[in-house]
């Protein structure tokens, strides 16, 4: 989805995109330049997502299989994590970071460049 990003926000006014694996910088960029976030949601909770679905209202690009747009009427939706914000923040970078860090630390009290 990384590629689409921004030109469906910019294209089509996508301010939310829902996901379980993650995006990269250039969608985060999107996110921070055109007002939208990106919300996880729990890998493996498929059946239980699928009652939150009342109505599947449109579906398009759907020769694009998992990465298709679908339109739904939903309720009871979530819990959702905001993975990326409008402001630039993502928990994904933050842990990326301090693990990053931490690493370097222990490497480094182990003599080890």
Known sequence: MERFTRPLMEREGVRIVIG???LREDSACAFKD???VYLAII???AALETTWIEA???VDLDDLHPESLWTFRIRDFGPLLVAMDSH???PHAEVQRSVAD???AALAK???A
Do not use: E, M, Y
């Open 34 to 36: 055109l007002g939208g």
């Open 110 to 112: 182990l003599g080890v």
């Open 20 to 22: 379980k694996g993650g």
């Open 43 to 45: 890998g493996g909770t």
């Open 88 to 90: 630039g923040g993502s």
């Open 56 to 58: 599947i209202k449109d």
């Open 102 to 104: 931490r690493r370097a």
